[in-house]
């Protein structure tokens, strides 16, 4: 009977906490759209409400502000980036990493407001941005790696070139969102050949990690 009944009253909370759920991802999934081009301070509580058709007061009862609901936005989105990145590992070196920039592209490309927050850190110094940058960053050196590698667990050479060439993805992309002259095709290129040569380089100071077939001239 016990059991019944704990069965019983657990019930209506799993429902309530389903829908809680759905109208939270609800939310989010509008606030993508309304922050994929427009920055932050651009958009009142007001806007958002209005945009979202809702009250305002229920973005409060779910994100408690207007930087939690931003936040919570900002996770998601990236969340769909690493995902991306990190898929898919059955496939050839070269075919993941042209993946993996394809689909970085393409999110900065759609999302442009939220890239440019997020690689340059938010609104001020946002800590909790960082770390979401930070994410992303390491996501994609672990992908790198494994892909070349065969494992994350690399030496410190090693990731801090990896690291070097994601941090020159990030400006290049800005600049390339902001003007926008090379096709995403030939921007992806770029990007893998220049993998490539941090490959190289990282190969010629630790031998210990050469570079895979595809990031070799003579190949």
Request: glycine fraction near 6%.
């Amino acid at each position: 009977m016990k059991i019944s009944e704990q069965s019983d009253s657990a019930r209506p909370k799993a429902r309530g906490t389903e829908r809680s759920l759905a109208r939270r991802a609800e939310l989010i999934a509008i606030g993508r759209k309304l922050f994929a081009d427009t920055s932050y301070d651009t958009l009142s509580m007001d806007d958002i409400a209005r945009q979202a058709h809702v009250a305002k007061g229920l973005i409060y009862y779910y994100f408690q502000s207007k930087r939690g609901y931003y936040l919570a936005i900002i996770h998601d989105s990236v969340a769909d980036l690493v995902n991306f990145a990190s898929s898919e590992i059955e496939l050839e070196q070269l075919d993941r990493v042209h993946r993996t920039m394809e689909g970085y592209l393409r999110y900065a490309e759609h999302n442009q407001a939220a890239f440019r927050a997020i690689v340059s850190g938010g609104v001020g110094f946002d800590a909790e941005v960082h770390a979401i940058r930070d994410g992303v960053r390491d996501a994609i050196v672990a992908t790198v790696a494994e892909g070349a590698y065969g494992r994350t667990d690399i030496s410190p050479l090693a990731r801090m070139g990896l690291f070097s060439w994601v941090c020159s993805v990030e400006g290049a992309t800005l600049d390339w969102i902001d003007r926008p002259r090379l096709t995403r095709d030939k921007m992806r290129e770029l990007l893998v050949k220049t993998l490539g040569g941090a490959m190289r380089a990282i190969e010629e100071l630790d031998p210990d990690y050469p570079a895979p077939a595809p990031a070799r001239r003579d190949t």
